[in-house]
């Protein structure tokens, strides 16, 4: 008979398997990641992860919509914090920093990622897609912010600055710093 698990201990359980799972992921990808090496790290049963998560891609809809959901917080709040165009600065910078540590996150077009895209549930699937809409909403619906161009050029720039995380290996100059540079240089040109 299967252990059963106080609900403290299901919470951390649940937390350690996510995190494993991010680690993983940026690591190895979706496809070289396990549920039997995940289980090994957190130290429970093949069986007891399906108590937790129904399958491995309902484990990775979570880790990826939960890394959205952190990095969305934690840029409002620099927004909420500074109410100009200098707090989109410091978002987008922050937002960089944590797609710096998470692959996983810009690497959608890859192969791997169609891997997972392909196994997801329907409600999986649309619930990565609610999760990037909110993300992009973030510069839209401040109403103390105002664009000098299109908004939807300016989401294109900002979107472009940011995936230019891809190209981080091949530029001749630390990308962290080209990045703040291109942010601080742009930002006047699509906020008043």
């Known amino acids: 008979m299967a252990r059963s698990f106080t609900e403290r201990e299901k919470q951390n359980i649940k937390k350690s398997l996510q995190e494993a799972c991010k680690q993983s992921w940026t690591r190895y990808g979706y496809k070289k990641t396990s549920v039997d090496d995940l289980c090994k790290q957190v130290g429970i049963s093949k069986g007891a992860f399906y108590l937790f998560f129904e399958s491995k891609e309902a484990l990775f809809c979570e880790v990826l919509c939960s890394v959205q959901a952190q990095i969305y917080n934690a840029a409002s709040k620099v ?3 500074h109410k100009d165009k200098y707090g989109v600065a410091k978002a987008l910078k922050l937002i960089y920093r944590e797609y710096d540590k998470n692959n996983f996150l810009y690497h959608s077009d ?3 990622f169609t891997i997972l895209r392909n196994k997801l549930s329907e409600e999986q699937a649309k619930r990565i897609e609610e999760s990037n809409y909110i993300s ?3 510069f839209l619906n401040q109403p ?6 299109d908004a939807n050029l300016a989401l294109s720039v900002i979107y472009s600055l940011i995936i230019n995380i891809k190209n981080k290996d091949i530029l001749p100059y630390n990308h962290i710093e080209t990045f703040d540079f291109m942010v601080e240089h742009l930002i006047d040109s699509l906020y008043v």
């Open 144 to 149: 103390y912010l105002k664009f000098k161009v």
């Open 110 to 112: 890859s192969a791997d």
């Open 136 to 138: 992009t909403q973030l």
């Open 79 to 81: 927004m909420e914090k």
